[in-house]
Structures are given as structure tokens and as C-alpha cells.
């Protein structure tokens, strides 16, 4: 055996290492307060494409090179590829690694696939299965809005609880070797459906799956808040930030300073995103461009990322259902 | 004055939609299509009628306005067509704006590109 | 602690704010004002032109709807409507932008599939119901004779 499980909880005995990662934004969020952190900032959202879908591709593509170049790797070096994005059928990542000819699986897990994408690459890592693994998710503005709401030029006012669909791509390279971050446990979340149908109110859907994932890795670990230096979640925002702090307050639990938000994180309060930010690509590019760093650098002793998703589409909206979620814990250490 | 009066009822019928909009999360193609046949009601009852005599514009180009073309139109073409009317009329009215709508959006897609909007 | 839906519920209102009425409803009395005035300025100059009423009307939609449609084209109508909402949305302004913006964004997907077809995602329940609820106006005017 490579590791242990403890109720929903994975403990990796046989390390798994951050080798490198890297990310890949869009305009808007360039110019918010981590924008200094990206590997690549686009001057336009387009990168250069005809499609916002082809440009989505290309800013996938851009985050696994910058990944890959800051690894000293190729492609043909990864044993495996995972990651998805948004877009029906997952086809932005596919269309992305076609051309890079590695093994590769696409995952959805809505606004959570990047740390679905680590947990499951740790997997594959500590079971000896891949020695170097590729774990990225994304997300375009523009290409979400017109799968998930209105065309771009729709003149549509958006509620005060909506979010904003980041542009951004996230690359993380697992490896199995001694790095200055390390994987060392990771819980699978399981679905909540607290009975949210308003689809302008991801936060508040996803924030009940948070709270739960949470309270089952402290349970599982026999750890509490106090022991991590920093606790995250994925694309709640203000609304479903506010509603975990509660959550825990009710059990008499303070989170306190250390729980963030990459939603709050990744804009500023000038940039009119409304709650904050939102899917796949926000968590992961978060993750990658400020968080991983910090943990490297020692600035973090050790981190919870909690990767969060709404598991809903426009369809089960229309038909309306409630919005399921879901949100998968990673816990990362950084350098002694 | 008729210009007033046209700022003044168009500018309630929206600031009224606007509290429905904030209030109900109503989707803004159930509203219109609500405004439509309210319209197209209000018109039947008598009851727009005087409101477009009182406000020329305001009443007329807010949506209600379409569903108040189409009433008329669809009276006069039972009135002149019997049965037959009631199919053509509606549509007849209104036909300068959709035919527009369509026409226009359509040379906007030639010329014009889809932007971001970040 | 066991959670259950209403107490949720409870919480997530708590929790999110309200949209903020006092801001948009001004916005939208004025630009929806703005609009109709300026709808009645254009008729004004039509009937001086010597239109007859109804078709100086025809021609205010008209012209509106092209301005609507030019306007979101330069992509200005979205950047207004954020801040007019119901102002832009209600007059038919809103449902020029609402037959343009589909037909612009899904260009991309060709001009038959794309443009064509999506052009009435969103103006289409607006013609069917108007159409439907005239036909049924002019069938009640039919059977039960001459109430207009």
C-alpha cells in the first residue's frame, strides 16, 4: 500500500511532490491584485484566435508550456495528462492536448476540476502508476457566457449575489520525486444539494458542499482549523464565503483571517465581477500563480485547497431542478 | 408637453419593470413577452388606448406598444377580412419592426465582430 | 449541526444583497424617458415630413430599432445597459439588442446554423406570444363581434 484512507480522506505515505506549475490569464484578471503572480497575461481575451473557444484552447496551451518550460520538460516526458474546463463535452482541454500526443483523461467536476485533477494525479503518482503527471483546468469568460447565459453584447443586468467566470488557466506537474511542495492527503467530496435553484447564486449552492468537505477532512485527520495557515475555497465568493464562515460559527468553529477565498482573491473590489469570481480557472490559477508560490517560497507552512463546483448546466436550470455541489480538499506543505 | 408627457410615462414603465426585475429575478425574455401581451390585453379592454392619446411615444415604444399595434392591426383586419383577420392583422402591424429587427441584425452580423466585454 | 433546506435557505438571503433599487430604478425611469421622448421627437419630425399616424409610428419603431441594433454592433448597448436596465431592456430598443446580440455572438458558427438560428433565442417566446395573443384577440373580436 502507497497510502491509507480514513473515512472520504486519502493520506498519501508515498510522497507526492509539486514539480512545477504556471498560469495563464485573461485581461481582466492581469489587471486585478495577483496580477503580477501569472506566467502569462493576455493582452487581449482573444489570444490571438478567430473563436473564444479557440482562444481558450490557446490559453490552456500556454499554461501547460509555461508549466512544462519551468520543469525543464517536454511533453513526451509527462506519463499522463488530466483536466477539463466548462465547455459541453470538456472540449477546450481535449482540443488543447490533442497536438501534445500524451495519455490523457478529461474530467468535469463544474468549477471543483482542479483539484479534482490533482487528487486524482496523486493518486496515479503515489501508486507508482505515472512518475510526472499534468493536472490543469480552465475557464474563458467569454466562452462560458454564451454556452451558460446570454451572448456577450446582451444587454442584461446581473444580480449583486452573480460571479464572474474567470479567464484563466491553472497547470500543475505532479511528480514523484523531492520538491519544495508536497501532496500529503486529499478528501472527495460528495454531493450537497442544499435546495438552491436561483443559477445567479453558485455561491450559496456550492457553500454547504464546502463546509461538509471540510468537516469531514478535520474529522478524518483528527486536525483543526488552526493547524493550516491558510484554508481556501475555490469560486464561493462573497455570498458563499460569508455562508461558510457561518456554517462553522453555528458549530462554534472560528475560521477566522485564514480562510480566503480565490473568488475574493483573484479580483479587486473596482472591477464590477459583483460576488467575485468563478469557474475552473479561478481556483487554478490562483492556486498556481499565488498560492503554490507562497508554499514554495516558505511563506505558507501548509495549505487546504478546496476546489468548489456547482454541478448544474442551463438545461437542468430550465427544467428547474436544484443546483447540486461539490467540493474535492487538497492538502499541499510547503518547504521546511 | 407631449414630450414630457412621453418621458414622464415611459420613464414609470420602466422604473416599474426595473423593481420587477430586482424584486422577481424574472428573465428578461419572460417580462417581454409578459409586456407583449399585456399589451395586446390592455389594448382589447380599451385601456391603452387612452394612455397613447395621453402619451404619444411613452406608451407606444416600451414593449406594450407592440402587443397595442398588433391589437389594432388584428381589429381592423377582422373588421375588413372577417376570420382571416385574425391570423394576418397581428402580424400586418407589426411587420415594419420585426422585418427591421431581422434585416438589421442581420447586416450588423456581416459587418460588425462579437467583442469582450471585460 | 444537521442542517436543514428552509434554515439554508434563510441563511443564504442573509447573506446576499439586494439589488440595489435605489440606484436602478432612477437610471431606468430616466434612460427608458430618455428613449420614448426621443421617440417622439423622431415621430414629430415624420408627421412633419407628411406621414400619415400610422405609418410615422412604424417608422419611430423603425428607426429605433436600427439605432438599438447599431448600437449593439459598436458594443456600446451592453455598457449602457448595465447601468440603464430596464430603461434600455423595456422599450424596443431591448428587443433590437435581444434579435442582434445572438445574431452577432454566433457568428462564429456559421451564418445559417449561427446567426439564423440564434437570432430569436431570446426574441422568440416575445413573437410567439405577441402573435398568439393577437390571433386570439382577433378571434374573440371575430365571435363575439366588434368590441374595439
Redesign the interface.
Known sequence: MTGRRVGDTLFFDEPVWVESCAAAV???EGEGPLGACFDYVAK???FGE????KAERRMIELACQHALSKADLTPSALDCALGGDLLNQCVSTSFAMRGLGMPYLGLYGACSTMAESLLLGAVLTAGGWSRKALCAASSH??SA??QYR????????R???AQWTA?ACGAVILCDAPRRVRLRAATVGRIFD???T?S??MG?AM??SAYETLRTFFRDSGTAPEDYACIVTGDLA???H??VN??FA??GVTLGGRYQDCGLLLYGKEQDVHAGGSGCGCSAAVLCGHLLPRLACGELKNLLFCGTGALMSPLTANQGETIPGICHLIVLEGAK | MIYVKAFLVGGVICGLSQILIDRTRLTPARILSAYVVLGVALTGLGLWEPVVRFAGCGATVPLMGFGYTMAKGVSEAVMQQGLLGALTGGLTASAGGIAAAVFFSLLAAVIFSPGDRS | MKLDRKEYLALSQKASPPSPSLKNVPAAFFTGGAICALGQFFKGIFLGWGMEDKAAGTAVSVTLIFLGVLLTGLRLFERAAKWAGAGTLVPITGFANSVAAPALEFKTEGFVLGVCVKMFSIAGPVLTFGISASVLYGLLLYLFGGAA
Open positions: 485573461g485581461k481582466k487581449e481575451n482573444r478567430k473563436t473564444w473557444e469568460f467569454c457566457e454564451r446570454y451572448p456577450l453584447e446582451y444587454g442584461g443586468q444580480p449583486p449575489c479567464t442544499p435546495g438552491i436561483d445567479a447564486n450559496a457553500a454547504q462573497a455570498i458563499g460569508t455562508m457561518e456554517l453555528r458549530d
